[in-house]
């Protein structure tokens, strides 16, 4: 555990790709072949910490499960710096399980720290940012031309920023980075996108900066409520779900005044993380904002920072107000997660700009992530963030092959093609893998992360609460919903009689080719890593048990709350919802 | 000699090694020698499932092997669990055998291919997926793995289909496949869930202490304590549903809607009524793919679904198996009536594959009683075998037709091929008889064993609809006779006709081609009569290796007799019907023409095929296509709603700019109108 060597991969995991922004930007816009090499560089290093990290986490001999005599909550290890000391409640210092001795702001007795480290929940999330990193660094390779230093340098910062928001466990640390991650992403969208790049770039950051200034009222709302039940100042969210758990259950008494908190916390964070995520109605930047961002944006927008949303509930909503999140967050955020898997694939059908049906698929697949989540079930919650991370990959794959389709042809509109396969069967090929993994084939990525989620709600909705299992039947009709239109795009785009759009641009006297070497080795890793992960991904599910089983007591601890009666008594009324 | 243990993932692997093979080094280096991969691994897993069934043939109880853990979470436990007993066996047996030929048979038919090499390997390639997922679908011993070969065999049709994905038919014949079978397989997933729910609540524990008594000194307990890897496999979920009481009503309509669920799945892949659709817009796929996918084995996967899963059939109110069996026989005779008029050789086969589906359907929804259970099982698995040799060798000699007539199959350009034709006329005929039903055909029996199924359940519960059933079954065999004779006569009969994309090269096929011909038309023939009539390999292999493993209780089968009566009858049906179509299309060839216009309604009616599709389009596709734009729409206000919040503060900045006017005079009135507000506030505030 005291190894130091994890400590600096972490640390130089996080700070790397800031450092080679910083290198990038300096470099200057003339250089820019240098500009490319150094940010190849920089992100190759990255995944390299990445994989061994994760490698290291799963190797942890020594990873801190929560036993059950312990209240259940984030246990996070690499920890940077010496573990800290708190000072009790007759003033002596006391070692601090949950922080560490890395103060950035004092507060009296407590501060906000430099918190990071490694648990189930971030360390696959991690990964996916390394991995994706690299394809868009390839893919930008020929595509942007312009002021390329400042291309590398703000996505390079992006890739801080998110590994940061994944890495805290410092409330207000992990909000910096959750604000900071605009910034990168607002420039690359604004300078280097579509025709519509500003109005596009205005409405993600204002659309989003203003659900998370409501995200900022729930983290002060909760870090103060803790400090005026407790007496204590702490802004690490392990020690803030631990607090929220000691006094729901040793001080009943209290029991009215944390429903109310929880209440305002749960709808303050649901506020900015609701619209990353996005849940139905609070799209309507996605489309826009993708369609507009060049391909790497796409991509990290996608495969990244939409998780971002989830991860947030995830990491705090559902910890910190388990009550609230069971009574209301379940039904709100699971009806609007099944209106979304079904609206969002009907609009994605609809659409006719290939981007523009990638994005609402999101909108579909990120619905059925939200569902496994809040099925508070080890299952449910398993397979949410195996949704986070096989939708990801998949629809980063294929933001990255429409961006090829788009360098080839300058349109993205699935009526100006036909019968592409034929002229560049590589690229449908991969295109097909791709789709199939997007709709959850077994043997691919997508359908663990399914099987697993519509399990869990299954079990949520059918076993615990007694319902009619809708939520499952909305999620089993997105499985169709996803085919038929992924598959009616496959067929209006590469099969059928060749419909090549005609060439514009400064490029149209070179032939159009398939796809090339350096293409191949952007798109074709994480082709490797969808069937990977859909063989055989019980090492990966193994490695998120302990954070999972801790979400989980924390549910079912609100549930016993919630109920009188003990919430598993599931033999003598089974029958009551036998209808077909 | 071996350990069934290991050879048993070797059949699935076997081919799954030969498509990634294929399929990666194929369009390299491979090129003209893609087929080998796929020939050899799929021969090696037909030995290897001979072997099988020598093992099987001797155990006591079924093989299960659980190999690795898949996916586990909290109450989820999916591991990789294969399972080899009577049925499995079986067919395994029919897949990799019938696999085989057909793949030999590819290389002929495919040689166009060869010359663009990349569509050759592609072709090897999917040919060897299909038969991993095939023989994955039927080794899994617990749902999940059942459907994730369910699914895998949905994609290689998919891919197959589309082999010749720059024409548009069949691009689109495609995509309407998958999308069709999926839409059934997501009515089997909630029935999967169902089932799997309805155990775990079943079998849970009443007695967990909550999480937080625990907490205050205890040892953490599971949720849930029936071990959740037993919630869904076969073994511990046919127990338990053979072990409900029968009056058990609220069991009984639990496994009732998870039986129909399932049968949604069933339907959709095996092409019946209301989802058959996708099948005859399937014969886009070359030839083999129809004989060996659309044929032989993935279209009967939902018949091997049911059989599988009967105990849970058997424990739903009877009324379940009734709709399974009135689906079939509708079907049956829906899709007979269809192939009467098409003038599509391979459309008519499709039809007819529809039709013979239905018959195993309808053999399956007759175990309404326990006696009958073996009976009716035995029937549908019996016609899966020997359709899937006959059907086959249909399709093969079909396109062994197509090969030689530059790829036409409309009947009315070609004829009189039997002279032209001479090895591929006779494999035909030996299809043809086998289909029709000819006495002592393998067709006969096993068509023979569903009639009396059916006759045998109208004794039972529903008997009068049963009996409607049975006269629709014989009906629907008088009809088979006659659309297969009438493609076997118009093909074959009559003077030589040869369309001129033929050539001058119209000859018999290679062969690489006519040989599995051969060994394929001895099976329609022979194998029928050999393997259950008589000797009854066929139902003993599944009373003694199936029946008293699924079932809890013990189950007495019927004796197993001859209803002689009843053969006689349906023999009368089988040659009426060959009589008839040599009547109409060899004496007197103008009888059709006038029917025809005689009965011009009808006529039309079955030549469009009941108008199906054109309904589905109205009343399914357009409205669904109609709704996504209404989405759309949708998304536009909900975004013009956004757009409008982003403009209110830049209107409340336009209102109370007004305010900002620059004048000195404003501003000092306003600072003085304030300073004495708050002035008089704090006066009156004081003052009280």
């Given at each position: 555990?005291?190894?130091?060597?994890?400590?600096?991969?972490?640390?130089?995991?996080?700070f790397?790709?800031l450092?080679?922004?910083?290198?990038?930007?300096?470099?200057?816009?003339?250089?820019?072949?240098?500009?490319?090499?150094?940010?190849?560089?920089?992100t190759?290093?990255?995944l390299?910490?990445?994989?061994?990290l994760?490698w290291?986490?799963?190797?942890?001999?020594?990873?801190?499960m929560?036993t059950?005599?312990?209240?259940?909550?984030f246990?996070?290890?690499?920890?940077?710096?010496?573990?800290g000391?708190?000072?009790?409640?007759?003033?002596?210092?006391?070692p601090n399980?949950?922080g560490?001795?890395?103060?950035?702001?004092?507060?009296g007795?407590a501060?906000?720290?430099?918190?990071i480290?490694?648990?189930g929940?971030?360390?696959w999330l991690?990964?996916?940012?390394?991995?994706?990193?690299?394809?868009?660094?390839?893919?930008?390779?020929?595509?942007?031309?312009?002021?390329?230093?400042?291309?590398?340098?703000?996505?390079l910062?992006?890739q801080?920023?998110?590994?940061?928001?994944f890495?805290?466990?410092?409330?207000?640390?992990?909000?910096?980075?959750?604000?900071?991650?605009?910034?990168?992403?607002?420039f690359l969208i604004?300078?280097?996108?579509?025709?519509?790049?500003?109005?596009?770039?205005?409405k993600?950051?204002?659309?989003?900066?203003?659900?998370?200034?409501?995200?900022?009222l729930?983290?002060i709302?909760?870090?103060?409520?803790c400090?005026a039940?407790?007496?204590?100042l702490?802004?690490?969210i392990?020690?803030?779900v631990?607090?929220?758990?000691?006094?729901?259950?040793?001080?009943?008494a209290?029991?009215?005044?944390?429903?109310?908190?929880q209440?305002?916390?749960?709808?303050?964070?649901?506020?900015?993380?609701?619209i990353?995520?996005?849940?139905v109605?609070?799209?309507?930047?996605?489309?826009?904002?993708?369609v507009?961002?060049?391909t790497?944006?796409?991509?990290?927008l996608?495969?990244?920072?939409l998780?971002?949303?989830?991860?947030?509930?995830?990491?705090?909503?559902?910890p910190?107000?388990?009550?609230?999140?069971?009574?209301?967050?379940?039904?709100?955020?699971?009806?609007?997660?099944?209106?979304?898997?079904?609206?969002?694939?009907?609009?994605?059908?609809?659409?006719?700009?290939?981007?523009k049906?990638?994005?609402?698929?999101s909108v579909?697949?990120?619905?059925l992530?939200?569902?496994g989540?809040?099925?508070?079930?080890p299952?449910?919650?398993?397979?949410?963030?195996?949704?986070?991370i096989?939708?990801?990959l998949?629809?980063?794959?294929?933001?990255?092959l429409?961006?090829?389709?788009?360098e080839?042809y300058?349109?993205?509109?699935?009526?100006?093609?036909?019968?592409?396969a034929?002229?560049?069967?590589?690229?449908?090929?991969f295109?097909?893998?791709v789709?199939?993994?997007?709709?959850?084939?077994?043997?691919l990525n997508?359908?663990i992360?399914?099987a697993?989620?519509?399990?869990?709600?299954f079990?949520?909705?059918?076993?615990?609460q007694k319902?009619?299992p809708w939520y499952a039947?909305?999620?089993?009709?997105?499985?169709?919903l996803?085919?038929w239109?992924?598959f009616t795009?496959?067929?209006r785009?590469f099969?059928?009689?060749l419909?090549?759009p005609?060439?514009?641009?400064?490029?149209?006297?070179?032939?159009?080719?398939d796809?090339n070497l350096?293409?191949?080795?952007t798109?074709a890793?994480?082709m490797?890593?969808?069937?990977?992960?859909?063989?055989?991904?019980?090492p990966?599910?193994?490695?998120?048990k302990?954070?999972?089983d801790?979400?989980?007591?924390?549910?079912q601890?609100?549930?016993?709350?919630?109920?009188?009666?003990?919430a598993?008594?599931?033999?003598?009324?089974?029958?009551?919802?036998?209808?077909? | 000699?071996?350990?069934i243990r290991?050879i048993l993932w070797?059949i699935?692997?076997l081919p799954?090694?030969?498509a990634a093979?294929?399929?990666?080094?194929?369009p390299?280096?491979?090129?003209?020698?893609?087929h080998?991969?796929c020939i050899?691994?799929?021969?090696?897993?037909?030995?290897?499932?001979?072997?099988?069934?020598?093992?099987v043939?001797?155990?006591?109880?079924?093989?299960?092997?659980?190999y690795?853990?898949?996916?586990?979470?909290?109450?989820?436990?999916?591991g990789?669990?294969?399972?080899?007993d009577?049925?499995?066996a079986?067919?395994?047996?029919?897949i990799?055998?019938?696999g085989?030929?057909?793949?030999?048979?590819?290389?002929?038919?495919?040689?166009?291919?060869?010359?663009?090499?990349?569509?050759y390997?592609?072709f090897f390639?999917?040919?060897?997926?299909f038969?991993?997922s095939?023989?994955?679908?039927v080794?899994?011993?617990?749902?999940?793995?059942l459907?994730?070969g369910?699914?895998?065999?949905?994609?290689?049709?998919y891919?197959?289909i589309?082999?010749w994905?720059?024409?548009?038919?069949?691009?689109?014949?495609a995509?309407?496949?998958?999308?069709?079978?999926r839409?059934?397989?997501?009515g089997m997933?909630?029935?999967?869930?169902?089932l799997w729910?309805?155990?775990?609540?079943?079998?849970?524990d009443?007695?967990v202490?909550?999480?937080?008594d625990?907490?205050?000194?205890?040892l953490?307990?599971?949720?849930?304590?029936?071990?959740?890897?037993?919630?869904?496999?076969?073994?511990?979920?046919?127990?338990?549903?053979?072990?409900?009481?029968p009056?058990?009503?609220?069991?009984?309509l639990f496994?009732?809607?998870?039986?129909?669920?399932?049968?949604?799945?069933a339907v959709?892949k095996?092409a019946?009524?209301?989802?058959?659709v996708?099948?005859?817009?399937?014969?886009?796929?070359?030839?083999?793919?129809?004989?060996?996918?659309?044929?032989?084995?993935?279209v009967?996967a939902g018949?091997y679904?049911?059989?599988?899963s009967?105990?849970?059939?058997?424990?739903a109110?009877?009324?379940?198996?009734?709709?399974?069996a009135s689906?079939?026989?509708?079907?049956?005779l829906l899709?007979?009536?269809?192939?009467l008029?098409q003038?599509?050789?391979?459309?008519?086969?499709?039809?007819?594959?529809?039709?013979q589906?239905?018959?195993?359907?309808?053999?399956l929804?007759?175990?309404?009683t326990d006696s009958?259970?073996?009976?009716?099982?035995?029937?549908?698995?019996?016609h899966l075998f020997?359709h899937?040799?006959?059907k086959a060798?249909l399709?093969?000699?079909?396109?062994s037709?197509m090969?030689?007539?530059?790829?036409?199959?409309?009947?009315?350009r070609?004829?009189?091929?039997?002279?032209?034709?001479?090895?591929?006329?006779?494999?035909?005929?030996?299809?043809?008889?086998?289909?029709a039903?000819?006495?002592?055909?393998s067709?006969?029996?096993?068509k023979?064993e569903?009639i009396?199924?059916?006759?045998?359940a109208?004794?039972?519960?529903y008997?009068?609809?049963?009996?409607?059933l049975?006269?629709?079954a014989l009906?629907?065999?008088?009809?088979?006779a006659?659309?297969?004779f009438?493609?076997?006569f118009?093909?074959?009969?009559?003077?030589?006709?040869?369309?001129?994309?033929?050539?001058?090269h119209a000859?018999?096929?290679?062969?690489?081609m006519?040989?599995p011909?051969?060994?394929?038309a001895?099976?329609?023939?022979?194998?029928?009569?050999?393997v259950?009539p008589?000797?009854?390999?066929?139902?003993?292999?599944l009373?003694?290796?199936?029946?008293?493993?699924?079932?809890a209780?013990?189950i007495?089968p019927?004796?197993?007799?001859?209803?002689?009566?009843?053969m006689?009858g349906?023999?009368v049906f089988a040659?009426?019907?060959?009589g008839?179509?040599?009547?109409?299309?060899?004496?007197?060839p103008?009888?059709?023409g006038?029917l025809?216009?005689?009965?011009?309604?009808?006529?039309?009616?079955?030549?469009?095929?009941f108008?199906?599709?054109?309904?589905?389009?109205?009343?399914?596709?357009?409205?669904?296509?109609?709704?996504?734009?209404?989405?759309?729409?949708?998304?536009?206000l909900?975004?013009?709603?956004?757009?409008?919040?982003?403009?209110?503060?830049?209107?409340a900045?336009k209102l109370i700019?007004?305010?900002?006017?620059g004048?000195?005079q404003?501003?000092?009135?306003?600072?003085?109108?304030g300073?004495?507000?708050?002035?008089?506030?704090?006066?009156l505030?004081?003052?009280?």
């Open positions: 555990m005291n190894d130091p060597l994890p400590k600096i991969e972490l640390l130089s995991l996080l790397l790709p450092a080679g922004a910083i290198v990038v930007a300096l470099l200057g816009p003339n250089r820019q072949e240098l500009v490319r090499r150094v940010s190849l560089g920089v190759v290093v990255v390299f910490l990445a994989i061994l994760a290291r986490y799963v190797e942890e001999p020594v990873r801190s929560t059950a005599e312990q209240l259940p909550t246990r996070p290890v690499f920890v940077p710096g010496s573990p000391t708190i000072t009790d409640a007759l003033n002596r210092p006391q399980p949950h560490t001795s890395w103060n950035l702001i004092p507060f007795s501060a906000i720290q430099f918190y480290g490694l648990d929940f971030n360390v991690i990964v996916l940012t390394a991995v994706l990193s690299l394809p868009s660094v390839l893919v930008s390779w020929r595509q942007i031309n312009e002021r390329v230093n400042e291309f590398y340098a703000w996505f910062a992006l801080t920023a998110m590994m940061g928001i890495l805290s466990f410092d409330i207000v640390l992990f909000y910096v980075f959750f604000e900071f991650s605009l910034v990168p992403l607002f604004g300078i280097w996108g579509g025709p519509e790049r500003r109005h596009a770039a205005g993600f950051f204002i659309y989003t900066l203003t659900g998370s200034v409501i995200t900022l729930g983290v709302g909760v870090v103060l409520a400090r039940k407790s007496g204590e702490t802004f690490s392990p020690r803030l631990e607090i929220v758990h000691e006094r729901l259950l040793y001080v009943p209290e029991r009215d005044y944390w429903l109310g908190v209440g305002v916390v749960f709808l303050a964070l649901m506020a900015g993380f609701a990353k995520v996005p849940l109605p609070f799209h309507t930047w996605l489309p826009l904002a993708h507009e961002a060049p790497a944006g796409s991509v990290d996608a495969g990244v920072l998780k971002v949303g989830a991860y947030g509930f995830l990491r705090l909503c559902v910190l107000a388990p009550d609230v999140s069971l009574t209301m967050g379940l039904p709100l955020v699971s009806t609007l997660a099944c209106i979304g898997i079904i609206y969002g694939a009907f609009c994605s059908y609809a659409q006719d700009d290939i981007k049906m990638v994005a609402y698929s579909s697949h990120l619905g992530c939200m569902l989540m809040f099925a508070l079930n299952a449910g919650l398993t397979g949410s963030l195996m949704q986070m096989n939708h990801g998949s629809t980063g794959a294929m933001f990255l429409v961006g090829m389709l788009y080839r300058h349109t993205r509109k699935i009526s100006d093609f036909g019968g592409m034929a002229r560049l069967p590589l690229l449908g090929a295109m097909v893998f789709c199939l993994s997007s709709v959850g084939l077994p043997g997508g359908f992360g399914e697993l989620s519509l399990f869990g709600v079990e949520q909705q059918w076993l615990v319902q009619f039947i909305a999620g089993a009709a997105g499985m169709v996803g085919a239109y992924l795009m496959l067929q785009v099969f059928g009689e419909k090549e005609p060439v514009v641009g400064h490029d149209s006297h070179e032939p159009i080719t796809l350096r293409e191949i080795l798109v890793p994480i490797v890593l969808c069937l990977a992960i859909g063989v055989y991904p019980q990966m599910l193994e490695s998120m302990p954070e999972v801790s979400v989980s007591r924390i549910a601890m609100a549930r016993e709350r919630g109920s009188p009666a003990p598993l008594s599931l033999r003598d009324d089974k029958q009551e919802n036998r209808t077909p | 000699m071996f350990e290991s070797l699935p692997a799954l090694a030969a093979l294929t399929g990666l080094l194929g390299r280096f491979l090129r003209k020698n893609s080998w991969p050899l691994a799929v021969a090696g897993a037909c030995v290897l499932s001979f072997l099988v069934l020598s093992k043939v001797h155990a006591e109880a079924p093989f299960v092997e659980r690795y853990t898949w996916m586990q979470s909290g109450s989820l436990d999916i990789l669990t294969l399972r080899a009577g049925l499995t079986i067919m395994l047996i029919t990799t055998f019938v085989s030929l057909i793949a030999i048979f590819s290389v002929g038919y495919m040689s166009h291919e060869r010359e663009h090499e990349a569509g390997a592609r390639a999917a040919m060897a997926l038969v991993f095939m023989t994955l679908l080794l899994g011993d617990n749902y999940i793995v459907f994730a369910w699914e895998g065999v949905g994609l290689c049709s891919l197959l589309g082999f994905f720059k024409k548009p038919s069949a691009a689109a014949a995509r309407k496949a998958f999308l069709v079978t839409l059934g397989d997501a997933i909630v029935g999967i869930l169902l729910g309805g155990y775990l609540s079943t079998h849970t009443t007695s202490r909550p999480v937080a625990n907490l205050i000194g205890g953490a307990s599971n949720l849930t304590q029936a071990s959740p890897a037993d919630a869904l496999s076969f073994d511990t979920l046919f127990r338990w549903a053979s072990s409900t009481r009056d058990d009503t609220e069991s009984q496994f009732g809607t998870v039986a129909l669920l399932l049968l949604c799945g959709g095996s019946q009524i209301p989802l058959y996708w099948l005859p817009d399937a014969m886009e796929g070359p030839t083999p793919v129809s004989a060996l996918i659309h044929a032989a084995t993935m009967t018949v679904l049911i059989a599988r009967m105990p849970i059939f058997h424990a109110p009877p009324a379940v198996l009734l709709t399974v689906i079939g026989a509708a079907t049956a899709a007979a009536l269809i192939a008029t003038h599509d050789l391979k459309r008519v086969l499709a039809y007819s594959t529809i039709s589906i239905g018959y195993m359907f309808l053999a929804g007759c175990a309404t009958l259970v073996l009976v009716a099982v035995t029937a549908a698995i019996f020997t899937a040799f006959f060798l399709f093969l000699s079909a396109g037709v090969h030689a007539m530059g790829n036409v199959i409309d009947m009315r070609f004829s009189g091929l039997r002279t032209v034709l001479p090895k591929t006329h006779w494999t035909f005929l030996c299809g043809a008889a086998a289909l039903g000819v006495p002592l055909l067709g006969f029996w096993s023979d569903i009396g199924a059916a006759l045998e109208s004794h039972h519960a008997g009068s609809v049963y009996m409607v049975f006269i629709m009906v629907t065999a008088g009809l088979t006659f659309y297969t009438r493609a076997y118009l093909t074959f009969w009559g003077e030589v006709k040869i369309p001129p994309e033929a050539g001058h000859h018999e096929s290679p062969p690489v006519t040989i011909l051969m060994i394929l001895v099976g329609a023939v022979g194998l029928g009569l050999i259950q008589f000797t009854h390999w066929f139902s003993h292999l009373e003694h290796h199936w029946l008293h493993s699924a079932f209780r013990s007495e019927a004796p197993h007799g001859f209803n002689v009566p009843l006689l349906s023999s040659l009426g019907g060959v008839l179509a040599w009547l109409m299309y060899v004496r007197s103008a009888l059709p006038k025809a216009g005689a009965m011009q309604g009808l006529y039309q009616l079955s030549l469009n095929k108008h199906v599709d054109e309904l589905y389009y109205v009343f399914f596709v357009g409205p669904v296509t109609l709704f996504a734009s209404f989405c759309q729409v949708v998304d536009f909900v975004d013009s709603v956004v757009d409008l919040v982003g403009q209110l503060p830049g209107l900045g700019r007004p305010i900002q006017n004048l000195v404003f501003y000092a009135l306003a600072m003085i109108l300073l004495t507000v708050f002035l008089s506030a704090l006066v505030r004081l003052a009280r």
